[in-house]
C-alpha cells in the first residue's frame, strides 16, 4: 500500500525568507503523480503543484518549486520570498497513474506553515 | 475554480438525525469524489462515482451512501448520523483530460452534537 509522510507537523519562516517542506513517499510503482495542496484558514484545497514521476525536471509554479527525488522517494517543496498569505496548511498527496481517475489520492497528515512578519 | 460548490456549508445535527450534503458542478465532469478531513488523518476518500449511477466505495464507506442521478450532482448522506461522523467532507472532480489532478469544492463542516 502507498503511504505519504510529512515529518514536519509546524513550521514557522520570516516573512520574504524561503522554507522548505519536507514530505516521503512509499510505493512500488514507477509511475505515478505528486502533489501539493495547500489549505488556508479559509479551508479551501487548492492545488499548489503537480509532479509527475516519469518527468525528472523540477515542477515550479512561481515562488513554489520541489525537488523530486524518484530514487530516495522524496518529493519537497521549496517557497521563495515568502509572504504571509501563504501561512497554510500544507499538504502532500499521491496517486498512481495505473486505473485512471478511479485511483485514490492519499494524503499526507499535513504541515502547518506560519509566514511571520 | 473548478466549479464546484458544496451545500450546506456548516451544519449542526444530533445523533441519530439523517444528513445529506450536496456537492454540484457546473462543467460535466465525469469523475466526482467525496472524502472527509480529520486531524492526524489528512483526507480520506468515503465514496467516488465515475459517471451517472455508478459509484463505488472508498477507504472510509461505513456509514456513508452516495447517490449521482445527475452529472452535476452528487450527493453523501449519513443514513444517521453519530458522533464520529464529526467532520469536514471535501467534495472533489477530476478534468476529464487529465484524470490525475483532483480540484477541491469549499467543504461542509458537520458537526453532530
Known amino acids: 500500500a502507498q503511504t505519504v509522510t510529512q515529518s514536519q507537523p509546524e513550521m514557522s519562516v520570516q516573512e520574504a525568507e524561503t522554507v522548505t517542506l519536507s514530505c516521503t513517499y512509499d510505493t512500488s510503482e514507477n509511475n505515478y503523480y505528486l502533489f501539493w495542496y495547500k489549505q488556508p484558514p479559509s479551508r479551501q484545497m487548492i492545488l499548489v503543484i503537480r509532479?509527475?514521476?516519469?518527468?525528472?525536471q523540477n515542477a515550479t509554479e512561481n515562488r513554489f518549486s520541489v525537488n523530486f527525488q524518484k530514487a530516495a522517494k522524496s518529493f519537497s517543496l521549496k517557497i521563495s520570498d515568502s509572504q504571509l498569505g501563504d501561512t497554510a496548511m500544507y499538504f502532500c498527496?499521491?496517486?498512481?497513474?495505473?486505473?485512471?481517475?478511479?485511483?485514490?489520492?492519499?494524503f499526507g497528515t499535513g504541515t502547518l506553515l506560519a509566514v511571520q512578519p | 475554480d473548478a466549479g464546484i460548490t458544496q451545500s450546506p456549508r456548516h451544519k449542526v445535527t444530533e445523533t441519530g438525525t439523517p444528513v445529506t450534503l450536496r456537492c454540484h458542478q457546473t462543467?460535466?465532469?465525469?469523475?466526482m469524489y467525496w472524502y472527509r478531513q480529520d486531524p492526524g488523518h489528512g483526507l480520506r476518500l468515503i465514496h467516488y462515482s465515475y459517471g451517472v449511477k455508478d459509484t463505488d466505495k472508498g477507504e472510509v464507506s461505513d456509514g456513508y451512501s452516495v447517490s449521482r442521478s445527475k452529472t452535476e450532482d452528487f450527493l453523501l448522506t449519513l443514513e444517521s448520523a453519530t458522533s464520529s461522523q464529526t467532520s469536514v467532507y471535501f467534495c472533489a472532480i477530476t478534468q476529464d483530460y487529465r484524470p490525475d489532478t483532483q480540484y477541491f469544492g469549499p467543504g461542509t463542516r458537520l458537526t453532530v452534537l
Open positions: 509532479q509527475e514521476a516519469y518527468k525528472q
Open positions: 498527496a499521491f496517486i498512481s497513474n495505473y486505473g485512471g481517475a478511479t485511483n485514490k489520492l492519499i
Open positions: 462543467e460535466n465532469h465525469r469523475y
